[in-house]
């Protein structure tokens, strides 16, 4: 579905040690990118829990836009990083993120006392698969911005600005 980058100017080729063959061949170069570099996608995940749950904490306060600002921007730095398959490093971020996100959730679930209330395990699992679909399509957009605006910018001007007659 997404081509692979091509090499960015200065740098080598990203494939250039990879020689499997077989029938899963893109995904297998996608999985060798990600463990070539894990710091982007995980780094980049980390921070996408924390904005996130300050997001979810401070929701109508400047605390909480910041935050909700800030998950785009490590999902697009994600995609910046990995710019050889920006859409898997996103994707991967908020997979990391948000799995961060449910242990938390999960967590501060567990500690609440119970209550009289039956609580219902069908809503919370189908929440978090909903969520989480959600998080996940969010992450392969924003990575995949982050890698296409890192390749554009990396592109020489080709347009030749006009003279200017005195």
Known sequence: VFPPAAPL?????????????????????????????????????????????????????????????????????????????????????????????????LISLWRIPASGEVFNAGNLISFVLINGLFQVGIGVISGFYGGYLRRRMAQPNTRSNPRRRR
Request: aromatic share 16%.
């Open 9 to 105: 100017p200065g740098r080598s080729d990203p494939l250039a040690g990879f020689a499997y063959d077989g029938p899963m061949r893109p995904v297998m170069s996608t999985l060798y990118l990600l463990m070539r570099n894990p710091l982007a996608w995980i780094a980049m995940g980390v921070l996408y829990a924390v904005a996130y749950l300050a997001w979810q904490a401070y929701p109508q306060n400047v605390i909480g836009i910041v935050a909700s600002m800030l998950t785009f921007v490590a999902l697009i730095a994600a995609g910046w990083l990995g710019w050889q398959r920006p859409w898997a490093f996103g994707l991967a971020a908020a997979l990391v993120g948000y799995l961060l996100y449910v242990v938390y959730l």
